[in-house]
């Protein structure tokens, strides 16, 4: 299943690396349930998250510059930061 | 007030593991050593904590190293129904082996001829502690958190390591709540040894994926 | 501050940098402490991983440069300590000047 980061910058403490804001990706694996960081961080009763693995292609994340297009990069993203493509 | 001067910690020395000292007990107290000393007394005082809690922490981080990985690799290598579960849920599979891990998750990625896989932590420096021990200075440096994602082949080449085109890189980035470890691929000429001598064969670097395992030096 | 779009400073995937520098030291006792508080004081629920990484991020990245990954940590803890109300900003103070005052080397102040 196909899914796109949120293309979003808030200054706070957030826990999705700049580099895959906007980028698709391909889930590799779901997780399960885990406390939100925006909120854990900030001393909020932090909801239940489903956190995801996200397989990203270099070529995706970094266009023409990829040092390998076939090479990826996988990341934990949490469910709120993603929509399906 | 007496204390332990011991002139072997003087700058510049060598501690017996190969790597230069901290300054430690004998040399000026800085601002910072003096607030771990503020906060633990205080935390002690009001009673969040207890001086053997403490102790004993330290004992239990110390007690950690990439020993305890080296030998849940070597058992993967060996015991198929172990890599089984490994793969499936590597911090019950390590807990079962008898390491104490604490709350950690863990997932094991394998090595293969067609994969091979790295770890890195580019929003801070999470790493299997619980399992590995504390990580190595560089890991947690601008340089390795910033081009392992970018350019990890060139990163590797600076760890003596040259992977072909035709081997997929996998770059693990550890940005929540998963802790990864990799599964190095085990060099043919360790292949029918026994598993305390395999053990010998896997590095620190094997695990974190910027290095292969290798014969004893 | 020139064309900023909201990535944060510790956010570094993909920055340029140097090469790998492979210097390796070895922990000092008090930076063993250190580790020690964040992980009692976490168990305690007086902070989390968060709160500690919100804290390092906020210091900004001079602090990354100048100081080291321990004195990082300890200024976020205790920080996250004042936070949760474990100690007041009026105590840290006067235990600071008290430990201070013990002797000039951190084996006499410990």
Request: hydrophobic share 35%.
């Given at each position: 299943m196909k899914v796109r980061v949120h293309n979003n910058w808030p200054p706070g403490h957030v826990r999705t690396p700049g580099y895959l804001r906007g980028k698709t990706g391909e889930i590799e694996r779901k997780i399960g349930l885990f406390s939100n960081p925006e909120q854990n961080a900030y001393r909020h009763a932090p909801e239940q998250r489903e956190l995801l693995r996200v397989r990203f292609k270099m070529s995706e994340v970094w266009?023409?510059?990829?040092?390998?297009?076939?090479d990826v990069i996988e990341a934990e993203i949490y469910s709120h930061w993603l929509e399906a493509v | 007030m007496p204390h332990d001067h011991n002139d072997s910690q003087a700058p510049g020395t060598i501690s017996p593991s190969g790597h230069p000292y901290r300054?430690?007990?004998?040399r000026p107290l800085t601002y910072w050593q003096n607030m771990e000393i503020a906060v633990r007394e205080l935390l002690v005082e009001k009673g969040y904590i207890t001086a053997l809690q403490i102790q004993n922490q330290i004992d239990t981080m110390d007690a950690r190293s990439p020993t305890n990985g080296a030998n849940v690799v070597a058992r993967a290598w060996t015991d198929p129904e172990f890599k089984a579960a490994l793969m499936n849920d590597a911090a019950q599979a390590t807990r079962d082996m008898g390491?104490?891990?604490?709350p950690m998750h863990l997932i094991a990625v394998e090595n293969s001829d067609m994969v091979h896989n790295v770890v890195v932590c580019t929003l801070c420096s999470c790493y299997p502690r619980n399992l590995l021990g504390l990580p190595p200075d560089w890991y947690k440096s601008r340089a390795y958190r910033s081009r392992a994602v970018i350019e990890p082949r060139k990163v590797l080449t600076e760890f003596g390591l040259v992977l072909s085109e035709n081997v997929q890189v996998r770059v693990h980035d550890s940005t929540a709540d998963m802790r990864y470890i990799v599964i190095p691929s085990q060099p043919e000429a360790s292949k029918g040894l026994p598993v305390p001598d395999l053990?010998?064969?896997?590095t620190r670097d094997s695990m974190i994926g910027v290095g292969k395992a290798h014969a004893p030096t | 501050m020139k064309d900023f779009f909201g990535k944060r400073w510790h956010d570094m995937g993909g920055d340029p940098a140097g090469s790998i520098d492979h210097n390796q030291h070895d922990f000092a006792l008090w930076e063993k402490r250190v580790d020690a508080l964040m992980v009692l004081s976490s168990a305690a629920g007086l902070m989390n991983t968060d709160s500690l990484r919100r804290v390092l991020e906020d210091m900004g990245t001079e602090a990354y440069e100048t100081m080291t990954y321990y004195e990082r940590w300890i200024s976020s803890v205790s920080q996250n300590m004042i936070e949760f109300g474990a100690f007041n900003t009026t105590e840290l103070a006067q235990k600071m000047a008290e430990v201070k005052s013990r002797g000039d080397t951190y084996g006499e102040a410990t």
């Open positions: 266009g023409a510059n990829a040092e390998n297009p076939n | 300054p430690d007990d004998d390491f104490d891990i604490g053990v010998k064969w896997v | -």
